[in-house]
């Protein structure tokens, strides 16, 4: 007997970056964001490897609809998920602008408030998933 095994199917040579895209999106029906699938860089952002290179997915996602980025901009969600490359919930801005709405949402990671954690019996640690995002924390 074969084992029946579940295979990612990778993108056609001949795809378009447009086919590319849409192959590893999965829409949320509740937020409408269109969720990265493939591989995910260190910060929870899609990539794809365009010519031996990683690019990140919402950035291309943009291209593709708006055109080239100017330089000096950064590709922001509205919808604060880094996974998504819907464009309607992607906007320019300067990266200055992009980092105080991390602040001020409280987006950036945080490190632990006491870096001996491990060493202290009432603490324990916890891991978190959340929408394909590890966190782990004491």
Not at 109 to 123: E, N, Q, S, W
Request: charged share 30%; net charge positive.
């Amino acid at each position: 007997l074969r084992r029946m095994s579940k295979r990612r199917v990778h993108c056609r040579p001949g795809w378009t970056l447009q086919q590319r895209l849409a192959h590893y999106i999965k829409v949320d029906p509740v937020s409408g964001c269109h969720l990265w699938q493939g591989a995910v860089n260190d910060g929870g952002y899609g990539t794809l490897a365009i010519g031996g290179r990683s690019q990140r997915a919402h950035r291309l996602a943009w291209s593709v609809r708006h055109g080239p980025i100017p330089p000096r901009m950064d590709v922001c969600h509205r919808c604060d998920e880094r996974r998504c490359v819907n464009p309607e919930h992607l906007f320019l801005d300067s990266h200055a602008n992009n980092m105080a709405d991390r602040g001020r949402k409280a987006r950036a990671r945080r490190k632990l408030a006491f870096a001996d954690y491990r060493a202290r019996d009432d603490v324990a640690m916890v891991r978190l998933y959340y929408r394909g995002l590890h966190m782990k924390g004491g």
